[in-house]
């Protein structure tokens, strides 16, 4: 158990449909950082808050959006779903915001879009 | 454009014996490499990393070589057990905060 809790576990929705995935860091982590896994295009980087602030953007199409409040914890909300969306999200932590800090991964969520 | 590949996508080994896992990363400037290991039905865990300015890292079983000249890195997994049966990743990071994982390959051991 790597101390990172993401909800839900599964969720089934429709294309169209806005979805909002939910991520708690492990305690005293002020880094999030979101992951999609497909198998068509791997594990890529979406995107990284500190303190709740954006640090950095990686592939994270203009659909998606992300925030992460005072108390740490994370959201990404996925809007106008089409059915490649369909992924495994992940969500990490780590304890600041350098590169080199060890990322602690989630469980994560599997996303279907029907 | 940037680009990290695995020469492997599946790789068998017997129980008790070592491990090899290669990648290859394009970006010269990448500074910091990552091994992950995941499970099935798990996300990633990190198991060793490796800063440019090294050409080697051990850790528990595990050895990471770092080869610069020929953008190669492997993984050495020693007395490969049933546990270690996965998919591992590498990672590289190529700027401050952004990663690029590998395709990944599946480790099967054979008891």
């Known amino acids: 158990d790597s101390g990172v809790t993401q909800t839900p576990k599964h969720l089934i929705t429709a294309t169209g449909q806005r979805v909002t995935l939910r991520c708690s860091p492990r305690s005293g982590d002020l880094s999030v950082y979101w992951y999609q896994q497909s198998l068509d295009q791997g594990l890529q980087f979406l995107i990284h808050?500190?303190?709740?602030?954006?640090?950095a953007k990686g592939n994270i199409l203009e659909r998606f959006s992300a925030q992460q409040f005072p108390d740490l914890h994370s959201e990404l909300n996925l809007s106008s779903l089409e059915l490649g969306d369909s992924a495994l999200y992940f969500c990490?932590?780590?304890?600041?915001?350098?590169?080199?800090?060890?990322?602690?991964f989630g469980p994560g969520t599997r996303l279907t879009v029907l | 454009g940037e680009n990290v590949g695995l020469h492997l996508p599946t790789l068998s080994v017997q129980e008790g014996d070592n491990s090899i896992i290669n990648c290859a990363y394009s970006n010269s400037a990448s500074d910091y490499f990552i091994w992950y290991k995941q499970e099935s039905g798990k996300g990633p865990q990190f198991i060793i990393d490796?800063?440019?300015?090294?050409d080697k890292r051990q850790g528990q079983r595990v050895t990471v070589l770092l080869n610069k000249t020929v953008k190669h890195l492997s993984l050495q997994i020693a007395a490969t057990q049933p546990g270690d049966s996965a998919v591992y990743f590498c990672a590289e990071k190529t700027s401050y905060d952004k990663v690029i994982f590998g395709p990944g390959t599946s480790l099967s051991v054979i008891p």
């Open positions: 990490a932590s780590s304890v600041s915001g350098t590169y080199t800090d060890t990322q602690y």
């Open positions: 490796i800063r440019s300015n090294m």
């Open positions: 808050y500190y303190n709740g602030e954006e640090r």
